[in-house]
């Protein structure tokens, strides 16, 4: 069984930061990419950084200079430093894997975690 749990969410005030992980269970798994998105109420999922498995990251231009994406294979976890965080960085945030297989059977499919909210005051 694959779970995705997400922590490090919470308040905090215009230009503070937060670290958001990501710890991906179960067995056997074959992890390609991972990535973050978030989701504001009312507003459409958004991608927020992705990290490949070779440790290659992209960012969306809102938080390029201000979040880092980063992960330990050797755990399944992915991190998201925040830094110099806005009123508007605060939404929902997802923890997503691309899991390409469990032990020996092939899948296709992202799971995703819970979700963490993070809240930024002005």
């Known amino acids: 069984q694959v779970q995705l749990v997400e922590s490090g969410g919470g308040l905090v005030q215009a230009g503070g930061s937060l670290r958001l992980s990501c710890a991906v269970s179960g067995s056997m798994l074959s992890i390609n990419a991972m990535g973050w998105y978030r989701q504001a109420p009312g507003k459409q999922r958004e991608l927020v950084a992705t990290?490949?498995?070779?440790?290659?990251?992209k960012y969306a231009d809102s938080v390029k200079g201000r979040f880092t994406c980063s992960r330990d294979n050797a755990k399944n976890v992915v991190y998201l430093q925040m830094n110099s965080l806005k009123p508007e960085d605060t939404a929902v945030y997802y923890c997503n894997a691309e899991i390409t297989a469990i032990a020996t059977i092939p899948v296709e499919g992202d799971y995703w975690g819970q979700g963490t909210q993070v809240t930024v005051s002005s």
């Open positions: 990290i490949t498995s070779g440790g290659r990251t």
